[in-house]
């Protein structure tokens, strides 16, 4: 069965190890996209509180970005499930690992598993957080 291990992470402490030894995989940069890291109100929260999902939804800039990712991503597991590949790499890199990669994370976790007979390993490394779905 493949194992698609998804991280979000924060580009100042660097990209995520690959512990699989494979590499490839995907890194995809969610710093385009609105940060509400910015504003006050968002600071102390994170991609998982429902403000900070409302905020990036608000406008539909994050849910483009991720329509191109799932588009992307399916291919790969569609791909990897036919060749009995054992493990796939997804990281979402921000500038803190708080918000916006945090919450592209947990919705291509949800989107896979949803769709796919797959394992999912979630690791929001910045958080200390690590789920297995």
Do not use: W
């Amino acid at each position: 069965m493949l194992l698609v291990t998804i991280y979000s992470f924060s580009y100042k402490r660097g990209l995520p190890e690959d512990t699989s030894g494979n590499g490839g995989g995907y890194i995809f940069d969610c710093r385009s996209t609105h940060n509400p890291g910015k504003y006050d109100e968002y600071k102390a929260l994170t991609g998982l509180d429902q403000p900070v999902i409302d905020f990036l939804e608000q406008d539909g800039e994050i849910l483009t970005f991720l329509d191109s990712v799932y588009r992307l991503v399916d291919h790969h597991v569609e791909r990897f499930i036919e060749r009995d590949f054992t493990n796939l790499q997804v990281a979402f890199g921000c500038t803190g690992g708080q918000h916006r990669s945090v919450y592209c994370a947990e919705h291509l976790a949800l989107h896979l598993k949803d769709k796919y007979d797959v394992q999912i390993e979630l690791i929001h490394r910045e958080r200390n957080i690590k789920k297995e779905l």
